[in-house]
């Protein structure tokens, strides 16, 4: 059996968008399942709709998640000869013509045919024009473009791995521009030469190329190659079943490294996005879904793409990291606050209600404010007055001031508070309340004693006694 060779083969028309990336995750899975080559080609050709930064864009994205490529990255536009060359031999095998119909003809035909309720596409005109007048054409130096010569009658099929035996008329396909009027080399053409030549062995790509599969596959056939395995798996679609955008929190794929999200977490999310594991597992280290990853389980139907989901599986990504390495992933979104406390201490408050790393900024907010903003009135507890609140503080200032500094931590402070309430028979609800809110600003936070570890026990008492002063 030959070694399974896949490409990831984008146009740098654009950032990498997440559901493109999919697919270069589809393809690097199913080269490391095989121990097989991953080779990134940019089919950078058409050269009006080349974005700047794109291909640096691509490359950063492959190297955040991890996907690393054992060929390229190859440049088509470093390739033009090689695609013209071959358009040549075409023609002179028959698989190919010379084209020299204007812009004008074309979209007059267009027109007619759009007024007719015709399938719209070339019909044909200089497809047997004599060899002579082609020749006398050229020579003028008319502007032509190649075309793909499309047999008249019968089907041609493929057989793919997510749709099965697919067949089509030949009839219904016209005949397709190879080699443009400029000499670059349209996508049909320039990407079965570059498969060819790089003897692929499985062509994986969204569900929106299957229409133009069988243009390539009678393209294989005029050369007299052997076409590629084709898997074709379903689009990513948002919440509404329409096409994939923005407006459904989907982004480029590198954008959600800025959003704060882990890429183990993605390419989790997204190998979900048309694979089926066939059980009810959704979270997979990248060990387990390069062995069991299998082409024959791409979907045929249409995957949604959740992003509460995706939140859903960072956030269990984020509590099983160790703490030493979530701090320090943490560190870009605590700004200049990185020295004020221990940051593993930090994260070890908060990593079981972060869904994305950026949720520190927000969530630890409180840690790093010099004053609270809250209603005196949060202070006191429902059912409780003022006067009892004023004293319930100045007993816990009191306790926080009687513990020794080595002591001040969380475990050694809460056996203290409830020593004293049980002591003096007073209510946890009257003094822990109060308390939190005093060192938190907050109703709700995280325990009240982890927090006062963290702000240390000079921070601690100055927040309880602001908290009886804006009482008072």
Same mark, same amino acid.
């Given at each position: 059996?030959?070694?399974?060779?896949?490409?990831?083969?984008?146009?740098?028309?654009?950032?990498?968008?997440?559901?493109?990336?999919? !697919?270069?995750?589809?393809?690097?899975?199913?080269?490391?399942?095989? &121990?097989?080559?991953?080779?990134?080609?940019?089919?950078?050709?058409?050269?009006?709709?080349?974005?700047?930064?794109?291909?640096?864009?691509?490359?950063?994205?492959?190297?955040?998640?991890?996907?690393?490529?054992?060929?390229?990255?190859?440049?088509?536009?470093?390739?033009?000869?090689?695609?013209?060359?071959?358009?040549?031999?075409?023609?002179?095998?028959?698989?190919?013509?010379?084209?020299?119909?204007?812009?004008?003809?074309?979209?007059?035909?267009?027109?007619?045919?759009?007024?007719?309720?015709?399938?719209?596409?070339?019909?044909?005109?200089?497809?047997?024009?004599?060899?002579?007048?082609?020749?006398?054409?050229? !020579?003028?130096?008319?502007?032509?473009?190649?075309?793909?010569?499309?047999?008249?009658? $019968?089907?041609?099929?493929?057989?793919?791995?997510?749709?099965?035996?697919?067949?089509?008329?030949?009839?219904?396909?016209?005949?397709?521009?190879?080699?443009?009027?400029?000499?670059?080399?349209?996508?049909?053409?320039?990407?079965?030469?570059?498969?060819?030549?790089?003897?692929?062995?499985?062509?994986?790509?969204?569900?929106?190329?299957?229409?133009?599969?069988?243009?390539?596959?009678?393209?294989?056939?005029?050369?007299?190659?052997?076409?590629?395995?084709?898997?074709?798996?379903?689009?990513?679609?948002?919440?509404?079943?329409?096409?994939?955008?923005?407006?459904?929190?989907?982004?480029?794929?590198?954008?959600?490294?800025?959003?704060?999200?882990?890429?183990?977490?993605?390419?989790?999310?997204?190998?979900?996005?048309?694979? &089926?594991?066939?059980?009810?597992?959704?979270?997979?280290?990248?060990?387990?879904?390069?062995?069991?990853?299998?082409?024959?389980?791409?979907?045929?139907?249409?995957?949604?793409?959740?992003?509460?989901?995706?939140?859903?599986? &960072?956030?269990?990504?984020?509590?099983?990291?160790?703490?030493?390495?979530?701090?320090?992933?943490?560190?870009?979104?605590?700004?200049?606050?990185?020295?004020?406390?221990?940051?593993?201490?930090?994260?070890?408050?908060?990593?079981?209600?972060?869904?994305?790393?950026?949720?520190?900024?927000?969530?630890?907010?409180?840690?790093?404010?010099?004053?609270?903003?809250?209603?005196?009135?949060?202070?006191?507890?429902?059912?409780?007055?003022?006067?009892?609140?004023?004293? $319930?503080?100045?007993?816990?200032?009191?306790?926080?001031?009687?513990?020794?500094? &080595?002591?001040?931590?969380?475990?050694?402070?809460?056996?203290?508070?409830?020593?004293?309430?049980?002591?003096?028979?007073?209510? !946890?609800?009257?003094?822990?309340?109060?308390?939190?809110?005093?060192? !938190?600003?907050?109703?709700?936070?995280? $325990?009240?004693?982890?927090?006062?570890?963290?702000? $240390?026990?000079?921070?601690?008492?100055?927040?309880?006694?602001?908290?009886?002063?804006?009482?008072?």
């Amino acid at each position: 059996m030959s070694t399974v060779r896949v490409r990831f083969a984008p146009s740098p028309t654009g950032y990498l968008h997440i559901g493109s990336f999919r !697919t270069a995750f589809f393809d690097w899975l199913w080269a490391r399942k095989n &121990n097989g080559k991953f080779i990134l080609r940019i089919e950078d050709t058409d050269r009006s709709r080349y974005v700047p930064g794109a291909v640096e864009n691509i490359l950063e994205a492959l190297k955040w998640y991890g996907l690393d490529f054992d060929e390229g990255p190859i440049f088509q536009s470093e390739r033009l000869d090689l695609y013209r060359k071959y358009a040549r031999k075409l023609v002179e095998k028959g698989g190919a013509y010379h084209c020299f119909c204007t812009e004008e003809r074309l979209d007059q035909i267009r027109k007619i045919q759009e007024a007719n309720k015709l399938p719209t596409g070339y019909d044909g005109l200089c497809r047997t024009l004599a060899p002579e007048d082609v020749q006398r054409r050229l !020579t003028a130096g008319e502007a032509y473009v190649i075309r793909q010569k499309i047999p008249n009658e $019968g089907l041609t099929s493929f057989h793919d791995i997510v749709r099965g035996q697919v067949a089509v008329a030949n009839t219904t396909l016209d005949d397709t521009v190879l080699l443009k009027s400029d000499s670059f080399p349209t996508y049909h053409l320039a990407h079965v030469i570059d498969d060819h030549e790089m003897a692929i062995t499985h062509v994986i790509r969204a569900e929106e190329w299957l229409p133009s599969t069988p243009r390539h596959v009678l393209l294989y056939k005029a050369f007299g190659w052997i076409p590629p395995i084709y898997a074709h798996p379903a689009l990513v679609l948002g919440t509404d079943r329409s096409k994939l955008s923005k407006r459904h929190g989907a982004t480029s794929a590198l954008e959600y490294r800025e959003l704060g999200y882990l890429p183990e977490a993605v390419l989790n999310f997204i190998v979900l996005l048309g694979w &089926n594991p066939k059980d009810d597992r959704e979270i997979f280290t990248r060990e387990e879904l390069i062995k069991e990853f299998d082409l024959s389980k791409l979907n045929k139907a249409g995957a949604i793409f959740n992003i509460e989901k995706l939140d859903w599986l &960072n956030g269990q990504y984020i509590k099983k990291m160790p703490l030493k390495d979530l701090a320090e992933k943490c560190k870009p979104w605590l700004d200049g606050n990185i020295e004020t406390y221990d940051l593993e201490k930090v994260v070890a408050l908060f990593h079981d209600r972060m869904k994305k790393l950026s949720d520190i900024r927000e969530l630890s907010a409180f840690l790093f404010s010099r004053e609270l903003e809250y209603l005196g009135d949060l202070l006191i507890p429902k059912g409780g007055e003022k006067e009892d609140t004023v004293r $319930g503080l100045s007993l816990s200032c009191d306790i926080l001031k009687s513990i020794g500094e &080595n002591d001040f931590v969380a475990a050694a402070t809460k056996k203290v508070f409830e020593e004293f309430i049980k002591q003096r028979a007073l209510t !946890t609800k009257g003094i822990l309340w109060p308390l939190r809110v005093a060192v !938190t600003g907050l109703a709700q936070s995280p $325990g009240v004693f982890e927090v006062m570890e963290v702000l $240390g026990k000079a921070e601690a008492i100055r927040r309880v006694e602001m908290a009886i002063g804006r009482l008072k």
